[in-house]
């Protein structure tokens, strides 16, 4: 786990003043992955007090333009943020709970950014998301 320092440097190293939002909101989606706004913004409180959503949402969006977080939205679900940026990774998500989880790419080449028909584009990324029902979920069902 990262510690203020690194936090703070993170912040510097994206040209963003470091302010105690900007670190609670770090720290929380560090220690919280794929945390929900409302999840982030209950840590942030517990941390600092009073602070606003749309404080949360403000240092959420700059620190997601800076490339230290990454927004994903799976369908149905409300936006999750998490710290994992700068790679390929996946997710999986549990449709009965909705617990999501970290899939890495495959190894090697990436063969995701392949696809059968590129339309021209020139491909950088790729989004997938597996579905499915998490073991908690499946022994429950069981």
Do not use: K
């Amino acid at each position: 786990m990262p510690t203020t320092t690194d936090f703070e440097r993170m912040l510097r190293g994206v040209s963003l003043r470091v302010t105690r939002p900007r670190l609670a909101v770090l720290s929380a989606v560090h220690e919280h992955p794929h945390a929900d706004t409302d999840s982030i913004l209950g840590v942030v409180r517990a941390d600092l007090g009073a602070v606003s959503h749309q404080a949360v949402y403000d240092v959420l969006r700059a620190l997601t333009t800076a490339g230290l977080l990454r927004r994903i939205e799976p369908p149905g679900l409300v936006a999750r943020y998490e710290a994992r940026v700068g790679d390929n990774h996946h997710h999986l998500v549990c449709r009965s709970c909705g617990a999501i989880v970290d899939v890495d790419c495959a190894v090697g080449e990436a063969p995701c950014l392949t696809a059968t028909e590129d339309h021209g584009f020139a491909i950088d990324e790729a989004e997938v998301i597996y579905w499915g029902v998490c073991p908690d979920c499946s022994t429950t069902s069981s």
